[in-house]
């Protein structure tokens, strides 16, 4: 009689593979959060907590200096480098781990940054590969860490 071929047609299909979708999206989330929180408590390992949230750049700075890049932070004498540049990587690990910083205008709170000793004195340099971020990253360090 009717030549025709019928297709059944389920109205909650779309959203049944949304729903999973979605949920595969949020376990992919999940994961990256555990990773960066296991990076914030090994970068934070010898770092007293009390310490942890706060200005990791306050009153350890003698100069600042433009480098390629970014800035170059010289340490005051009374303050070592290996322990500061400790300070600074654990404070950025707590910022990638929790998506911001406490302070206002933190010059560890940009993308793309590398943080690493200075080859000459006790110096730590924060540079960034992102051309657009270079001026902020300067004015950032500058109000943050002025001596």
Same mark, same amino acid.
């Given at each position: 009689m009717f030549d025709f071929e019928t297709v059944e047609h389920n109205p909650t299909a779309k959203h049944y593979w949304l729903a999973r979708r979605h949920g595969t999206q949020a376990l992919q989330h999940?994961?990256?959060?555990?990773?960066?929180?296991?990076?914030?408590? &090994?970068?934070c390992r010898n770092v007293a907590g009390s310490t942890r949230g706060?200005?990791?750049?306050?009153?350890?700075? =003698?100069r600042i200096a433009d480098i390629a890049g970014g800035v170059r932070l010289q340490l005051r004498k009374r303050d070592h480098d290996k322990p500061t540049l400790a300070r600074v990587r654990c404070h950025r690990a707590r910022i990638e781990a929790t998506g911001r910083s406490a302070m206002k205008d933190c010059p560890l709170?940009?993308? &793309?940054?590398?943080?690493?000793l200075a080859k000459q004195g006790a110096a730590i340099e924060i540079t960034t590969s992102?051309? =657009?971020?270079?001026t902020t990253l300067r004015a950032r360090a500058r109000a943050c860490a002025t001596p």
């Open positions: 999940a994961r990256a959060a555990a990773r960066l929180r296991q990076q914030e408590a &090994a970068m706060t200005c990791p750049l306050s009153g350890r700075v =003698a709170d940009l993308p &793309a940054l590398t943080i690493r992102k051309a =657009a971020f270079v």
